[in-house]
């Protein structure tokens, strides 16, 4: 039986996420799209056949003929409707972040106890990525020999939204790499450092991290979310034996005018198109088998990415390092094979 999908938000990600569903992934049927401007609603719904269209989230989620349901509406609202759906049962894609606040990650985090299974799958889509999976591989087979330290850049073309503030570089678009770092390197982090050039264009600027793991490795990241060339996101593990770094799936390279080039992606729905159809796909296999998608982020990775992307904004704020101080993992997490 088809997999009746609600996806609720109508903007970049929940357009792309309709997409997918109705496209890319068999199995699944695109059931309603919600938004709170119907007319928002009506527009991917006709794009991409979806059944029906509403305007209440809550409503939709406790719908009968709605067997699961993608948060890609705006961040603040991605912890109430985690909620929601733990409280119907529901299998829920979340966007990230799963909150700005790790307080209340704890509240979903609770919920899945108090329910005693996960339901929560997080929109960590890096861990579905090929490069980013051959990276873990390589530090898992011993191939470059113990890992010590992962650089990386992420840098998009111009902020996603008008709302997007010089916080959300580290709040919203560097939880990718505080959980791709932790998915490729199988541990935990420990302290974190902070820094901004003053790009003096009155835009948000780039932010550089520095991290320390438990492990005593260190992970550097630049988020530039004006960088304006395009949308260009480097990764390289390096070992003491040798390195691997990200490709980027670029299709063709042209010759002319005593020129070579390859062009970027305009943003992350094309450099990353493979991992999200493969983390669909593992979420529709979720939904249909109720067991966890090995590999996948759940609601304790969301917890992880938040702390430390709040210990990533105080550091910014009070120029010094900050530990990162992560709450007890829950029974339900334990088996959590993030080594
Ligand atoms: C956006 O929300 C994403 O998830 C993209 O992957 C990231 O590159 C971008 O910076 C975020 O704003």
Redesign the pocket.
Known sequence: MSIRIAVIGAG??GSDHARIFAEEVPGATLRVVCDAVEERARRIADAFGSADIATEAEAVIARADVDAVVVASPDRTHTPLSLACIAAGKPVLC??PLSQSPAECARVIAAEHALGRRCVQM?F??RFDPSYVEMRAARLDGSIGRALMMHNF?R?VE???AD?TPD??IT?????EFDVARFVLGGEFATMSAWAPDARTGKVGPVFMVLETRDAQLVTIE?N?NAAYG?D?RGELVGVNGAIALSNPVHAARDAALRHSTAYAA???A??FEAYRRQNKAFLRFVRTGAFPPGAADAWDGTCAAVVAQAGVLALREGRKIAVELPAKPELYSFHDNS
């Open positions: 970049i990600m966007e990230k929109g889509m890096r992420h998009n902020t996603p939204a997007f959300m570089a919203n678009s560097a939880p990718h988020v979310n949308y996101v943003d992350w729905r450099r990353f």
